[in-house]
């Protein structure tokens, strides 16, 4: 009898462990919306006041907005005004009752930064927020000259005006009615005009046009998109459905995009066009300009081979300063140049070494040093000291031990011989500098750590903590934050973060589905490096169902880390990701017994609908169910930039009879409908009907695979949505999800 119960206990343990209710009344109890009402604002947003150091930030707690001021060089913090102060002296002021909803209180400064200035009907006031006395305003402003109303690019002095006209650009003296026209060429997409697709001939509209400090020169990039082919999507749901065309660039297209740049001066009221041209369907952007020269970039389509250029004012001829090739292709998203002192200097980011680090060069393009170095990612300048020959930019993974996504902020001097770490704490650091160098906000925290929001110098030091959120409210409502954890890749070297959400009724003696939550990249990963309540993809109510919610890096995934990691995609812009994941969640389930590896679920949005799918297809005796919105399946009709950057394209020459050097580009890559015919799980394939951004011929293709591979699915399609859902949509999208994977890893898995 003894060991009958034994034997009856071990084979009832499996219903047991397997008898699972899916909670969507915990999922609903955990949603955004209702998170924000535990909860106020995390970090502060510093707003210098008149280029000061001192600055005003408004900080919501409880339901509650405040303002506050903080003056750095007294280490003071304190309320900018009470609203309902303020609104009783208005009353006393005026002997009337006060329209609060007719009061806009977002703060104007005085130039002696003393007073806040507002208008109530018609009349200014003036609120000294040191002595708190109201007062009519009666300041004579610096800026209160007479106000001339200007259409278009005013310079600096406010004595010229630039702007647009029938798709030209046109220069007049302010007070003046005589204009000059500057071009006449303008056509609708070969354009002066900042809404190249504007209509409007008889009209003055802006321009893109940029003025120099000096307010005698000034540049525009102008784009000839004439040739740049159309996409459409269909709005349903207006009383008469109508077509939404716009222009739309493919990778490989024939016709893209062509830049030109022009330079004019208002005292020859001329404008002369540089002579930019060397590579076929190049990209051109300014980074600096003086009374002399034009400093520009141009880019290769390929996208492996960039030149700093200076093109001169006068007569647009141009000298290269910089080459760089960087093989399979550039770092869009951390490369960076700065021109310091005029041109003298010139910051440069490479990751030649298979880092990214900057570098030192003179004008003329001679190497002077390396700035940072070793094997860790310098990243974004945020603040540079042109006397004290110091940078100061944030750093991913300097600090032993730590994650390589926590950004901290560093110094370094321009010889690189001083380096230091101003931001010490183990966390991810979002810097704010004030105008003068000499004071930074500093709100650091991490996924599992609460955010503090202080003030520091410009070396570092502690002045003051200026805000710590209460989420007191978070936790007494059974919220708790989600955990870190770290994994292999499939190279069994490499390391990969990843975060992991819990039910809150979790119990460690069960066992419980695992979903992955995806995003490929390669221009980012969704493994949030601060806190987060919010998440993106809101893990925390899925994962109340009765799931354990997974997100993980992946090789290939983020541009912050070294070169052979970010570039490991490249030329496999569809599987680079799949096996990484796959070999994660294997190794998780291997640590964690409470996770289930057989009732396996994944999901993506956009890029990671697309890797979800794909994933689904290419393991389908591992993934049993997958939710993938807006996915671009189709790569070959989404984004040029992505899939030129991360695909990559080759570029074809042929010399003509006349010795002319023509190019092509072409354009490949392996696309999701190729693996319908292995899918064997539960799919769901949703898209929004006007996403202009992954258009929904990207889900329409892999749904008609699966149709001809005689494969089940289940589809949505949300009506007057775009890429992003909103609304009751959103809500609508969010809650099916929670169901179709409660359906098939929760309900019907139990015998």
């Not at 600055?55 to 405040?66: C, L, Q, S, V």
């Not at 493919?250 to 009221?269: A, H, R, T």
């Not at 704490?425 to 906000?441: C, M, R």
């Amino acid at each position: 009898m003894k060991y009958f119960s034994i034997l009856l206990v071990l084979l009832i343990a499996p219903i047991y462990l397997f008898a699972q209710t899916a909670d969507y009344k915990a999922a609903e109890k955990y949603d955004a919306p209702n998170l924000a009402k535990k909860i106020g604002m995390t970090e502060i947003i510093p707003f210098f006041i008149n280029k000061s150091d001192a600055f005003w930030f408004n900080y919501e707690d409880k339901g509650i907005r405040n303002y506050f001021f903080v003056d750095p060089s007294k280490k003071e913090k304190r309320l900018l005004f009470d609203k309902k102060t303020v609104i009783e002296k208005l009353g006393i002021l005026r002997n009337e009752k006060v329209d609060s909803l007719a009061l806009n209180f977002m703060p104007s400064f005085s130039d002696d930064n003393k007073r806040i200035l507002f208008s109530y009907k018609g009349t200014r006031y003036a609120y000294d927020f040191h002595e708190q006395n109201l007062t009519e305003n009666t300041i004579k402003q610096k800026t209160d000259a007479v106000v001339v109303r200007l259409i278009g690019n005013s310079s600096p002095d406010k004595k010229w005006q630039l702007y647009s006209r029938n798709h030209n650009l046109y220069l007049k003296k302010v007070g003046d009615t005589e204009e000059t026209a500057l071009s006449n060429d303008g056509q609708l997409y070969y354009s002066f005009c900042m809404n190249e697709f504007d209509s409007s001939a008889l009209q003055n509209l802006p321009t893109n046009v940029i003025w120099q400090t000096d307010s005698k020169n000034f540049y525009v990039i102008r784009k000839d998109n004439r040739k740049v082919e159309t996409m459409s999507v269909v709005h349903t749901l207006p009383a008469r459905p109508w077509i939404e065309t716009y222009k739309y660039q493919l990778p490989g297209d024939k016709y893209v995009s062509q830049y030109e740049l022009w330079i004019g001066n208002v005292e020859n009221k001329k404008l002369i066009m540089v002579n930019t041209a060397k590579w076929a369907d190049q990209t051109v952007s300014v980074v600096f300009s003086n009374s002399k020269e034009t400093f520009f970039l141009r880019k290769k389509r390929t996208l492996d081979e960039i030149e700093l250029c200076a093109g001169n004012n006068t007569t647009g001829e141009v000298r290269t300063i910089i080459n760089e090739i960087s093989k399979p292709c550039i770092n869009g998203e951390l490369f960076n140049v700065s021109i310091l002192n005029g041109g003298k200097d010139i910051l440069w980011w490479s990751d030649r070494t298979g880092w990214g680090h900057y570098y030192l060069y003179d004008s003329v393009g001679k190497l002077k040093g390396q700035i940072t170095n070793g094997d860790w990612t310098a990243g974004k300048i945020l603040s540079i000291d042109t006397t004290g020959r110091t940078i100061y930019f944030n750093g991913y993974g300097k600090e032993s031990g730590r994650n390589p996504y926590l950004a901290h902020l560093y110094k370094a001097s321009l010889d690189g011989r001083k380096q230091s770490l101003l931001t010490p704490e183990d966390a991810s650091h979002k810097i704010h500098f004030s105008p003068s160098g000499n004071y930074f906000t500093d709100t650091y925290s991490r996924i599992d750590l609460e955010p503090k929001n202080v003030l520091r110098d410009k070396d570092g030091k502690l002045i003051l903590e200026i805000a710590k959120p209460d989420i007191k409210g978070l936790y007494d409502m059974g919220w708790r934050m989600p955990e870190s954890f770290k994994v292999k890749a499939k190279d069994g070297v490499t390391d990969l973060y990843g975060i992991m959400w819990k039910p809150y009724n979790f119990d460690s003696t069960k066992i419980y589905p695992i979903i992955s939550q995806v995003y490929p990249g390669p221009q980012t990963e969704t493994v949030w490096p601060d806190f987060t309540v919010f998440d993106k993809y809101n893990n925390t109510s899925l994962a109340q169902v009765g799931f354990i919610v997974v997100c993980m890096g992946h090789r290939g995934g983020s541009p912050f880390r070294d070169k052979k990691y970010f570039s490991y995609g490249y030329n496999n812009l569809r599987d680079y990701p799949l096996e990484d994941d796959k070999y994660g969640l294997e190794q998780l389930a291997q640590q964690y017994k409470f996770i289930d590896i057989n009732r396996l679920g994944i999901f993506g949005h956009s890029g990671g609908a697309a890797m979800a799918t794909a994933a689904m297809c290419t393991y389908p005796d591992f993934y049993k169910v997958a939710v993938a919105s807006s996915g671009n399946h189709d790569n070959t009709i989404y984004n040029r930039n992505w899939g030129e950057s991360f695909q990559g394209i080759t570029e074809v020459t042929d010399t003509t009879k006349e010795s002319t050097v023509k190019s092509s580009f072409r354009f490949k890559v392996a696309v999701n409908q190729t693996l319908a015919k292995f899918l064997k799980g539960h799919l769901l394939l949703v898209t929004g009907e006007v996403d202009a951004n992954v258009h929904p011929g990207n889900t329409y293709r892999m749904v008609d695979a699966l149709i001809k591979a005689g494969k089940d699915f289940d589809m949505l399609v949300l009506p007057d949505q775009s890429h992003h859902y909103e609304g009751v949509y959103k809500s609508f999208f969010e809650n099916k999800l929670r169901h179709y994977f409660g359906k098939y890893l929760i309900e019907n898995t139990r015998n």
